[in-house]
């Protein structure tokens, strides 16, 4: 069996009266590129915050190497917070602060290393990302693939054990999305980390997966392999991962049960 480095048993979130993830089962293996699939407003970035912590569980239970998310205090979760990387869709960088200073920022916050040994740490993680001869430059001088790379070494920075990425190829042409591709294989291989990955593009998902979980609504509809994923029978995944036009999800937009659920999208 390989080792689990994060196990969903029943997770669950309510927003008001909506049932947002209903009960979800999923094991994330340690070393693993695991990718989240689903339409807009399946959950897919709600099932993300509750594995960072970042959205309280209203039922079931999340571990992290065995850790409950539910049982941990503030300081454990801050704590865990700084075990963890996460690369958010914007990148979220401070625009008045050089690339270099963006990505010490979680080393001057979190540890008290002297600055020649984090400037030292700048370097690689920039290095990592290729990005060292842009270190003095400030957000709005480079690129949007660069700005998310810089959002990455800067999620690199206190090493985590675990890189959460959400939708990290959005706004990106298809190159530059495929480049970031390859950093995200690049990363997992070179650190060992475990990468836990949401997206919607499935070029981007057959390229980097080890394992994918398709996600509908808020429930759990498959996991496995790219390969065990194209070979499914199931209607639902076949029309996800194939693009085609018939099937569950045009059916639904026929019957107008789709537009409300976009109406309640992406807040
Ligand atoms: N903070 C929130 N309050 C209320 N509803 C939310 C909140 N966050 C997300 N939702 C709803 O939960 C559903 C799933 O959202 P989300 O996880 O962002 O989907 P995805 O990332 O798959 O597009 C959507 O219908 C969204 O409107
Ligand atoms: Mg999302």
């Given at each position: 069996m390989p080792d689990i480095a994060i196990k969903v048993s029943k997770a669950t979130k309510i927003f008001g009266s909506r049932t947002?993830?209903?009960?979800i089962d999923l094991d994330i293996y340690r070393g693993e590129t695991l990718v989240i699939l689903g339409g807009s407003g399946s959950g897919k970035s709600t099932l993300l915050r509750m594995m960072i912590g970042s959205v309280p569980i209203d039922g079931g239970d999340i571990l992290v190497h065995g850790k409950s998310l539910c049982d941990m205090s503030r300081t454990d979760l801050n704590e865990y917070r700084k075990s963890i990387g996460v690369l958010f869709q914007s990148g979220a960088?401070?625009?008045?602060?050089?690339i270099a200073d963006n990505v010490a920022l979680p080393l001057r916050e979190h540890t008290d290393l002297p600055e020649e040994t984090i400037e030292l740490m700048v370097k690689i993680k920039l290095e990592l990302v290729g990005l060292r001869e842009h270190a003095?430059?400030?957000?709005?001088?480079?690129?949007g693939g660069m700005k998310k790379r810089a959002g990455l070494a800067r999620a690199l920075a206190l090493d985590p054990s675990i890189l959460f990425y959400d939708?990290?190829?959005?706004?990106?042409?298809p190159v530059t999305s495929a480049e970031i591709d390859e950093l995200i294989i690049k990363l997992n291989k070179l650190l060992g980390v475990t990468s836990v990955v949401v997206t919607h593009e499935m070029d981007s998902a057959f390229r980097i997966a080890d394992r994918m979980v398709l996600l509908d609504r808020g429930k759990f509809v498959a996991s496995g392999t790219p390969e065990q994923m194209k070979k499914s029978t199931d209607p639902l995944v076949r029309q996800f991962v194939y693009g085609l036009i018939d099937g569950p999800l045009t059916e639904r937009k026929r019957t107008g049960a789709y537009e409300s659920d976009l109406l309640m999208d992406n807040i």
């Open positions: 947002v993830l209903d009960a960088l401070y625009n008045s602060m050089t003095t430059k400030l957000p709005s001088e480079i690129s939708e990290p190829s959005a706004g990106l042409d």
